[in-house]
Nanobody
């Protein structure tokens, strides 16, 4: 059974840092690119960051570039999203997702096969 389980969400203040984790099981984690997306109330799910299966390349949405860092540990079947200098606009449900790594950078939700259930992050001003 494929599972992606996010953790690390919560209520923080503007300027704080927070790391999200995504624990995977049920598939060959090291063969999949991982992505993080987020969805704020009333808005569409949007791309945040993605990392290739080896971890050698990462890509970010412009709105988080320089503040967020995506990483992975294939030995632990876990991906991470380190988020610094959070602001209220970062408030959303954050999802991790996995897609078979064919070498292309996937920034759209429909390009991902497996999804976690999401974790809420609320940033107060």
């Amino acid at each position: 059974q494929v599972q992606l389980i996010e953790s690390g969400g919560g209520l923080v203040q503007a300027g704080d840092s927070l790391r999200l984790s995504c624990a995977a099981s049920g598939f060959t984690f090291s063969m999949y690119a991982l992505g993080w997306f987020r969805q704020a109330p009333g808005k569409e799910r949007e791309f945040v960051a993605t990392i290739t299966r080896s971890g050698s390349r990462t890509y970010y949405a412009d709105c988080v570039k320089g503040r967020f860092t995506i990483s992975r540990d294939n030995a632990k079947n876990t991906a991470y999203l380190q988020r610094n200098n959070l602001n209220p606009e970062d408030t959303a449900v954050y999802y991790c997702a996995a897609t078979w790594d064919r070498g292309a950078v996937v920034r759209v939700p429909m390009g991902y096969t497996y999804w976690g259930q999401g974790t809420q992050v609320t940033v107060s001003s």
